[in-house]
């Protein structure tokens, strides 16, 4: 792979002299270049919108992670089969089969895809003040009037429009009635070994999750919202539960905990949004890498889809298994069943959150995400890697920024963080990592392939 790589980089300014574009990586090179390919930066300015726009959306489900991770998969779906749609075709389309001349502005197709997409969800999803409604829309109308103005007007951005407008189409109604803000999946049961919301102090009221329906969600590209059900917490009465019961209490508290210092931070730090931060990550290696906008579109999508998949696989399995997070184990001890436990009624975590504690949401995103940026990119990156996290857990004098060189040493360093912040026992967090892994390996392999047009004979 990385001889690959290396190759690839050295010839990618020739490449792109020619007018078309290489991807860094061995797995998703196909052996013919993709001509005359507008450059990526539409596609990567139409994702930091989205990205932007769908975190920040006001309401109950506006910015939760799962939301925003399945409404960005419905934006890079359909920026990708408008880009693919435009010209000779390169790879198998999601849903848009239809082809438009590849004299067709591919920017104005971007713009015109991701727009229809973000006013549609931004429209439809329930709970938004209409005030707040209003402004954001106001505000996507003003950026697609921007990204319209700066392509000269004529033939090729009508034809460029109207390939994203049908690519939007598309994923519009493949995505009706697709489950999205159906009921909770959450059966209440208070038996030991079953999660329970925290109440808020101040209300009294049990703090809810805000996205309880996202496991009943179609998926994008896997069989079934639970194809890949994980293999489940361990046996409370088992010795293995009993080492991660204690590894979490004594390091995972809010006060009085094992913690160091870097580690509090790097726990605080991370809670900020995968969406986020992985399509950050993306944007930054596309365009070090020099890919067009096909390529920045298909990445982009293989890894939203991926994540919008595993979320969805994710927040099934939570409400499976309906499993206890640390602070209702660790308070609630004496009923487990289990003698190498004791309870600490007063016990609270450093970070909290609202569903069940298996598998880790969090870590089935980094899963899937980084598995696409792998494929792309490979898992050492020359280089490097920054994030900047918008976690509202950080103190004033903390460093938001932080740099990384490798995908599966940020994915380990996530396990242990979601431990400190007492957030997860590891086996929560070690099968949601694999649970993510597994849902972008199966997109990848069966979604947005390469269209091969001769056979090689050997």
Known sequence: ????????????????????????????????????????????????????????????????????????????????????????????????????????????????????????????????????????????????????????????????????????????????????FGPSQWVPNPAPGHWWPQTNPATGQPVLDPTPWVGGVDPFTVKSSSQFRTRGPLRLSSAKWAKEFNEVKAIGAVSGSTRTTTQT????????????????????????????????????????????????????????????????????????????????????????????DHPSGHLCLDGAHTRILRMFFGDRVAGGFSITSISPFLQPADATTRSFDSFSRVLDEIVEARIWAGLHFRTADLQGKTLGLRVAKYTAAHYLQPVHRHHHHH
């Open 265 to 356: 931070y790097i726990a605080r730090w991370w809670q900020s949004t995968p969406v986020k931060s992985w399509n950050d990550v993306s944007r930054e290696l596309a365009m070090r890498n020099g890919l067009g906008a096909l390529e920045t579109a298909r990445l982009l999508a293989l890894q939203n889809l991926s994540g919008g998949d595993a979320a969805i696989n994710c927040w099934n399995d939570k409400y499976h298994w309906d499993f206890w997070r640390p602070w209702n184990a660790i308070q609630r001890a004496a009923e487990d069943g289990n003698p190498a436990t004791t309870p600490d009624p007063a016990w609270l975590p450093l970070i909290a959150a609202p569903y069940p």
């Open 1 to 180: 792979m990385k001889s690959t790589r290396n190759l690839i980089c050295l010839t990618t300014a020739v490449v792109l002299a020619l007018g078309g574009v290489s991807t860094a990586s061995s797995e998703a090179h196909t052996g013919h270049v993709p001509g005359g390919d507008a450059s990526g930066a539409a596609v990567r300015a139409w994702n930091e919108i989205a990205v932007k726009t769908l975190i920040d959306l006001p309401g109950p489900a506006g910015g939760a992670p799962p939301a925003a991770q399945v409404h960005v998969a419905m934006v890079q779906g359909a920026v990708f089969d408008a880009v693919n749609a435009i010209g000779r075709k390169h790879y198998r389309s999601y849903l848009l089969t239809k082809r438009f001349s590849a004299r067709a502005s591919k920017d104005a197709a971007v713009a015109a895809a991701a727009y229809g997409v973000l006013r549609e969800i931004v429209s439809t999803v329930p709970n938004v003040p209409e005030a707040s409604r209003a402004t954001v829309l106001a505000t996507l109308a003003t950026q697609y009037g921007e990204a319209l103005a700066l392509i000269p007007d004529g033939w090729s951005e009508t034809k460029g429009t109207a390939a994203g407008q049908a690519a939007a189409a598309a994923m519009i109604a493949a995505r009706a009635d697709d489950g999205r």
